[in-house]
């Protein structure tokens, strides 16, 4: 099951390494034209990184495309960043990352001084409509490549989230609700072996959780 990270250092030390991964993922589709920003999931994700048991530390990014020759072509946009990715992890004696339905994912990474603790990051390709809503680019695969399929997807609730977050921090202890309520949504989706819902779905739902029964008691 899932639980919150508690040592400090390590989170500081490996979130600056994936930080630098993840500037040079941003600098390589720059130069094949895809405009990018990465961020962590959770507002920041302060103190809100997660490990399943004794498994690696996951580190959750969004990467939000921002501007690219074509939206529409999400095939191309999948391929650019897996190409672009993999480029970084070699260049950094890294091993390829790995294609999932709606992200992509690093192999166990380890500093060499501290090999027994691991940490891998799980990034999702999103993008913001005109409307507020985000969208995140799912890869649904076929019996073979053939009948892969490639599109945006709408994340459910993911309209305003930031200012619904904004409003939960501004009440003191209902963000000890969210990070309740994140922690018990990722692991309903483990026990029932769910893969589509990457953590930036489950913080949504978490903060959408939060802020409706504020608004239900009144609070906000």
């Given at each position: 099951?899932?639980?919150?990270?508690?040592?400090?250092?390590?989170?500081?030390?490996?979130?600056?390494?994936?930080?630098?991964?993840?500037?040079?993922?941003?600098?390589?589709?720059?130069?094949?034209?895809?405009?990018?920003?990465?961020?962590?999931v959770?507002?920041?994700?302060?103190?809100?990184?997660?490990?399943?048991?004794?498994?690696?530390?996951?580190?959750?990014?969004?990467?939000?495309?921002?501007?690219?020759?074509?939206?529409?072509?999400?095939?191309?946009?999948?391929?650019?960043v897996l190409?672009?990715?993999?480029k970084?992890?070699?260049?950094?004696?890294?091993?390829?990352?790995?294609?999932?339905?709606?992200?992509?994912?690093?192999?166990?990474?380890?500093f060499?001084?501290?090999?027994?603790?691991?940490?891998?990051?799980?990034?999702?390709?999103?993008?913001?409509?005109?409307?507020?809503?985000?969208?995140?680019?799912?890869?649904?695969?076929?019996?073979?490549?053939y009948?892969?399929?490639?599109?945006?997807?709408?994340?459910?609730?993911?309209?305003?989230?930031?200012?619904?977050?904004?409003?939960?921090?501004?009440?003191?202890g209902?963000?000890?609700?969210?990070?309740?309520?994140?922690?018990?949504?990722?692991?309903r989706?483990?026990?029932q072996?769910?893969?589509?819902?990457?953590?930036?779905?489950?913080?949504?739902?978490?903060?959408?959780?939060?802020?409706?029964?504020?608004r239900?008691?009144?609070?906000?």
């Amino acid at each position: 099951m899932y639980r919150y990270v508690e040592d400090k250092e390590f989170l500081r030390r490996a979130q600056n390494c994936c930080s630098d991964l993840m500037h040079e993922l941003e600098e390589e589709l720059r130069e094949n034209g895809i405009n990018s920003q990465f961020f962590l999931v959770g507002s920041g994700a302060r103190n809100m990184v997660t490990q399943n048991a004794d498994e690696a530390i996951d580190f959750d990014y969004n990467l939000n495309i921002i501007s690219c020759e074509d939206f529409h072509d999400c095939k191309t946009i999948k391929h650019e960043v897996l190409v672009a990715f993999n480029k970084v992890m070699r260049r950094n004696n890294l091993a390829d990352v790995d294609d999932s339905t709606s992200s992509i994912t690093t192999k166990k990474i380890h500093f060499r001084d501290d090999p027994d603790i691991e940490f891998s990051m799980d990034v999702c390709i999103v993008t913001l409509e005109t409307d507020g809503r985000w969208l995140r680019l799912i890869h649904e695969k076929g019996i073979n490549t053939y009948y892969d399929r490639y599109y945006w997807n709408i994340a459910p609730h993911s309209k305003d989230y930031t200012d619904k977050a904004k409003a939960i921090k501004s009440v003191p202890g209902w963000w000890d609700k969210v990070r309740a309520q994140y922690l018990k949504i990722k692991n309903r989706y483990l026990t029932q072996n769910d893969h589509d819902h990457p953590s930036f779905t489950c913080y949504i739902e978490a903060i959408h959780n939060v802020y409706h029964e504020m608004r239900n008691k009144n609070i906000i």
